[in-house]
């Protein structure tokens, strides 16, 4: 399994981003969705997770600007962020959990995506 995550960019402070993340492989489903992000000199800080059959868990900071998505027929995964403020200049990375398919048995990992830029401007 492998993600890609894509979507960043530059944007001014009060706009919008749309981020993907892409699993590839014998996927059978995709269970945990998850963001993170990372910002120059601090710790990867949790934006959310969605657990299939559950509800979304959102960091404080981003609770009402960002929501998590998922198109299943794409085995893609967004994060659409709304009214972006300087602070959310980081690395954002997805962090699924995916189920697929190993011959004939079926595997859960912990899959990262490998991080995409986010700058929001003052």
């Known amino acids: 399994v492998q993600l890609q995550a894509s979507g960043g960019g530059w944007v001014p402070a009060g706009g919008s981003l749309r981020l993907s993340c892409l699993a590839s492989?014998?996927?059978?489903?995709?269970?945990?969705m998850g963001w993170y992000r990372q910002a120059p000199g601090k710790e990867r800080e949790l934006v959310g997770t969605f657990t299939r059959g559950g509800n979304p868990n959102y960091a404080r900071s981003v609770k009402g600007r960002f929501t998590i998505s998922r198109d299943s027929a794409k085995n893609t995964v967004y994060l659409e962020m709304s009214s972006l403020k300087p602070e959310d200049t980081a690395v954002y990375f997805c962090n699924l959990d995916v189920t697929s398919y190993e011959g004939t048995y079926l595997y859960t990992r912990r899959c990262w995506g490998q991080g995409t830029q986010v700058t929001v401007s003052s």
């Open positions: 492989g014998s996927i059978f489903s995709i269970d945990r």
